[in-house]
């Protein structure tokens, strides 16, 4: 062996010493244990040796109100499985965060001879209780952000338009506000939020819209309908569910002349307001139809009915039962056409709800 000057000499020598003497121990602890022949501290982990003759430590499980959960290589790395587990669901707005389940760590009981576990890293632990649902965490976070602020719809009357005629003054916008607001969560879904404090960033914008009571002298075609019911020109919706599934205006490279309400067959149509039917029949495209006149100058149309229920000449009230969707005419499956017509001139019914 080559002499090495003076104390360095003695240092490597100790050093090597040291660690042949760490695994000669380990080796010896082990034989001798099993053997039952050694003296050790009661909180000293007791090496054993596998079956597969490696010599470890025994591994220690994450436990979730008891029950086994995961197998780490040490107690150290158990708690931090439950720590990354908790910390998958903070981020930097979160001010605390609890687990609602009570965590412990056991040692796992490995004996000589035994087959090596499948023994996982802090990380891989984490994610199976993560992905397993194993734990309930609850966090708090203070959020702050923007939300818009709706605007109010107003009608106001005007004897500068005629009954049933409606004219946008101000469409209206919608404004700004910020919001903070402490938000809890479990698992990272939100059960439950409460407000700390808002501002108005900008004011929203009223949407006003005019809407005429101007009175019009009764054409000859009213006239001789005998009118005895007037509509007030503003619309109820004329089937249940206003499930537009084509609207007002171009399509397939022509106009179409109201909106298509999709409703099952047999489902019921009513008068979109007050007024007397002066139509029905079959009318070409149309298929069975329905035509309801509301007084100054507007009809309304119900098209593709499977059955008419009303009579040309009978007073209807708003929302009274005329007919039943269908798909007679033109139409590729049961819906209500609907159309409004305002002086002879079709209009989208969509301003008129």
Same mark, same amino acid.
């Given at each position: ?195 700390? $404090? ?83 029949? $079959?009318?070409?495209? $149309? ?64 301003? $008129?709800?």
């Amino acid at each position: 062996m080559k002499e090495l000057p003076g104390n360095r000499s003695l240092l490597f020598l100790k050093k090597r010493k040291k660690a042949v003497l760490g695994t000669a121990s380990a080796v010896l602890a082990a034989v001798s244990i099993a053997a039952g022949t050694a003296i050790v501290p009661s909180d000293f982990e007791v090496p054993v040796m596998l079956a597969n003759g490696e010599i470890i430590t025994p591994p220690w499980y994450v436990t979730v109100e008891g029950e086994r959960v995961a197998l780490v290589d040490s107690e150290e790395d158990a708690r931090e499985a439950v720590k990354l587990a908790a910390d998958h669901y903070k981020n930097e707005e979160t001010v605390n965060i609890e687990i609602e389940e009570q965590t412990s760590t056991a040692e796992m009981d490995l004996e000589n001879g035994d087959e090596k576990p499948e023994i996982l890293t802090p990380e891989e632990a984490a994610a199976e209780i993560t992905a397993k649902q194993e734990l309930t965490v609850k966090t708090t976070e203070v959020v702050t952000e923007k939300e818009p602020v709706e605007f109010k719809k107003v009608t106001k009357k005007t004897d500068k338009l005629y009954v049933g005629q409606r004219k946008v003054k101000q469409k209206g916008s919608e404004g700004l506000k910020e919001v903070t607001k402490e938000v809890t969560k479990e698992n990272g879904e939100t059960i439950e939020e409460n407000l700390i $404090y808002e501002a108005v960033l900008k004011e929203p914008q009223t949407r006003i819209v005019l809407s005429g009571t101007k009175r019009q002298e009764e054409d000859a075609f009213t006239a001789a309908a005998d009118v005895k019911q007037e509509g007030s020109g503003e619309l109820t919706a004329p089937v249940s569910s206003m499930n537009v599934t084509s609207g007002f205006g171009p399509r397939w490279g022509r106009t179409h002349l109201g909106v298509d309400l999709g409703m099952p067959s047999g489902a019921p149509i009513s008068a979109a307001d007050a007024g007397t039917v002066i139509f029905t029949g $079959y009318s070409g495209s $149309y298929g069975n139809l329905v035509k309801v006149d509301h007084g100054n100058g507007m009809i309304t149309y119900y098209a593709h009915c499977s059955r008419v229920l009303a009579e040309q000449g009978q007073a209807v009230e708003r929302g009274e039962v005329i007919a039943e969707v269908g798909s007679t005419g033109n139409s590729t499956g049961p819906h209500l056409h609907f159309e409004v017509r305002m002086n002879g001139e079709n209009v989208d019914p969509m301003n $008129y709800f």
